[in-house]
């Protein structure tokens, strides 16, 4: 891995205020990810929301309100929503590719796919 894709997944810090909507990444490249809850929810990783095998992709619905985030190890986080939907892993790479701002993804939501 080159030195500026370790700083492209590299998460300085994370930000997601209560009773915000979007939770904010600032990467160590300086690059600043924009992650609406929404998106989020809707590319849950984790196997009840996404099955066991195949691509990520997006399921509409499920509460949005961030009830606690979690690090784990130094490669991911796991999200708690309201409603206690809290099994899915977020990579520090996946939560780079789901980056919401205009210089990123901008594809609609149900077009995009994800690898696991």
């Known amino acids: 891995m080159s030195e ?7 998460a300085r810090e994370l930000r997601a205020p209560r009773g915000a909507r979007v939770m904010h990444v600032d990467w160590a490249d300086g690059h600043l990810g924009v992650l609406p809850h929404d998106v989020l929810r809707g590319f849950c990783p984790c196997a ?5 095998q195949g691509p990520i992709r997006w399921h509409a619905g499920g509460n949005l309100e961030l009830a606690s985030l979690e690090e784990v190890g130094n490669y991911a986080v796991r999200l708690e929503w309201a409603d206690g ?3 899915g892993l977020y990579s520090f790479r996946y939560l780079r590719e789901l ?3 205009p ?3 901008t594809r609609p939501l ?3 796919r994800y690898s696991r």
């Open 110 to 112: 149900e077009e995009r």
């Open 99 to 101: 980056c919401a701002c």
């Open 85 to 87: 939907h809290g099994t």
């Open 103 to 105: 210089s990123c993804d």
């Open 48 to 52: 009840h929301c996404q099955g066991h």
């Open 4 to 10: 500026h894709s370790g700083a492209r997944t590299t």
